[in-house]
Nanobody, 117 residues
Framework: VQLVESGGGMVQPGGSLRLSCAASGFSVSSYSMSWARQAPGKGPEWVSGVSFGGGNAYYADSVRGRFTISRDNTKNTLYLQMNSLKPEDTALYYC???????????RGQGTQVTVSS
């Protein structure tokens, strides 16, 4: 079982990034999946999740309206489209398995997102 994130980088405030989480060893369609983040000096924060059936998406108040979670079952990949990025979105972002409104027990290594002018 493995989750590998990609797509992070440095972007100016107001910019956009699309994160990807490629899964192996299991099907993302069979599990609730989520994105979480951890900023320097802070604890983990749940960002967004999707139920295993794929019909419902959930967002933290801090990102609702700016971030969109999606899943491509044919590619076995989870995505997070991030728009209107703010400096406070700067963090290590990682995907997790098993929770739609929390941080699951299986997680990837993460991809760094830095929002700065």
């Amino acid at each position: 079982v493995q989750l590998v994130e990609s797509g992070g980088g440095m972007v100016q405030p107001g910019g956009s990034l699309r994160l990807s989480c490629a899964a192996s060893g299991f099907s993302v369609s069979s599990y609730s999946m989520s994105w979480a983040r951890q900023a320097p000096g802070k604890g983990p924060e749940w960002v967004s999740g999707v139920s295993f059936g794929g019909g419902n998406a959930y967002y933290a108040d801090s990102v609702r309206g700016r971030f969109t979670i999606s899943r491509d079952n044919t590619k076995n990949t989870l995505y997070l489209q991030m728009n209107s990025l703010k400096p406070e979105d700067t963090a290590l972002y990682y995907c997790t398995r098993g929770q739609k409104q929390g941080i699951g027990a299986v997680r990837g290594q993460g991809t760094q997102v830095t929002v700065s002018s």
